[in-house]
């Protein structure tokens, strides 16, 4: 049988990525996920590496840019790129239910 | 038809006023047509493309680049024109802005003839993982074309037009550049600003140029790079990356590490690249084998790194601002957990949901950081090569392209495709596929230049040393070689 991650780490990891699963769904993640944190654990084996981190390959001094007001786009536009919108505003759905409220 | 002639021709041509913009868009148009069924494309930009091209009707010829169509893939930001990524959670999504590279495309009066398929943000090797369904191989309609860029490759493979942006975080331009027999560039980190290119992995993704011959694809290099101040990552640094095309090789030091010629790579691959190394010590270049540590660890690294930023990056993609958004929400939460669940598809969703495990708590410390410390092994190991050599050389894949219905049921399966084309992108430095023959079922097979960082030119002059001896005719429907 293959080696298979619980129900439930399957569902924390969901939870930390904001993605809902089916029941389906759960039992094929246990054993994909599982067979990608195998390969990671690969990372372990390597030996006799400095502790020098490499974030990104920048090989020139970052220039930052001046701390400007430059063009801005048209709020306009943004909010109907928006699913939901109303004027200038996006409209979002309840964020705290009544009783959940302080 | 022009669109089988040079560049140069064709701008004489344009030049003359013996055809206008028109004819070459209209003729894009017509290919893409004829070769519908490869699913190259997921929009396409006809009207807007026609109107550019009468408006430069009465514009002065005034660059090489004028009035030719280009392919852009569906990751680069589009004003106006839809830009979906390949997915569910996009497949609304009208830009308000250009990507840089676009604005730049623009300057130099070329025509987006329309946006390329691709894996899903840019997430696969076989562009299978698309939304739009998959691209077609060019060379056999049954196999991949690659992925991520697979849309871009198919199209120049095709001849529907001579000019293709690509996106490139582990291989997405070199592997299907190799799959489909063309030249593609993963140019140095930095060369080219990513703003406007939807994040994937952004310490490793790059924008890169995707065309039928070497001397093309510098002269597209020309026209993207540079500084720009909306991309912090972004280089001052331009020049003209044609100026080593034609140069002889002689004393040219190569560097092939073994473990690019192992036993991961077919057989067939292996004695192509032989033949190829043979036909370089002929003419004088200098090519010997090296080791190069941490080679091996590369797909490890590429999972943790590339997953992480992905997991970070497509945090975005919330139903709230723009795309998809579930329609019946009870809350604010359900809004974020049902679009995610929806608009995003199974290899997306993987990604994410690993990423965001590696990143979390203590996980941070025992895997991403480790990586990072490993990365930067890696990239001292490369860099150390270029201490003695000019160049880095071996094959780009490990087989040429398979089944399009081969199964896809190993989610390990489409990191390892990319086994020898991940070590760039972790290096930052600049890496080209050169087609260098085909396989006993004619599909092609290809050669990856690496050089040092910001050392384009010097790859482009062994790809066109190398394009010119071997007179490979790399038009799968046989026309004649496009020079």
Redesign the interface.
Known sequence: MKEKLSKEEVL???D??????TEEEISK?QI??K???N??E???E?KG????????????N????KDEAGEM??PK??VN????HSGNY?E????I?EGEGA | MYLNKSVKEINELLKKKKIKPIDLVEEAFQNIENNKELNAYITLNKEDAIKRAKELEDKEVDNILFGIPIAVKDNIITKGLRTTCASHILDN??P??NATVVEKLIEKNMIIIGKTNMDEFAMGSSSRTSYFGAPHNPWNKNKISGGSSGGSATTIAARDVLFALGSDTGGSIRQPASYTGIVGMKPT??RISRFGLVAFA??LDQIGPMTTNVYNNALLLNAIVG?D?KD??S??KEEDFTRLIGKDITGLKIAVPNYFMSDIVNDEIISKVKDTIKVLEENGAIVDYVDVK?LE?A???Y??IA?SEA?SNL?RF????????YEN????E?????T??LG?GEEV??R???????L?GENAK??Y?????????M?KALKEVFNNYDLIIGPTTTTTAYNLDDPMD???KT?MDDVLVIPVNM??LPGLNLPIGFDKNNMPIGMQIIGN??EEAKIYQLASYLEKKLNLNLDPNGGENNE
Request: some cysteine; glycine content about 4%; proline content about 3%.
């Open positions: 924390h990891v969901a930390l990525a904001r993605i809902s699963l993640y994909e996920l067979e990608l944190l390969d990671v690969k990372i372990n390597v590496y400095d502790d020098d981190i490499l974030i990104a390959c920048w090989e020139n970052t220039e930052l840019r786009l048209d536009e943004v790129n928006a699913p939901r996006i979002v759905p309840v964020v239910s | 999504f009208i308000i802005y980190y930095g952004s310490s500084k101040e912090l990552t280089v001052k941490y660890n797909v490890t690294l999972q943790i997953m997991s945090a919330d139903g709230i601002r723009y795309g998809y958004s929400p009870e809350n604010i359900d809004v974020y957990l049902k995610r669940a995003f969703k993987r994410i949901m690993v990423g965001s495990y590696l979390s025992i895997y950081n480790k990586a990072l410390s490993i990365r930067e092994d990239r190993d989610p390990r990191f290096a930052g960082s910001f």
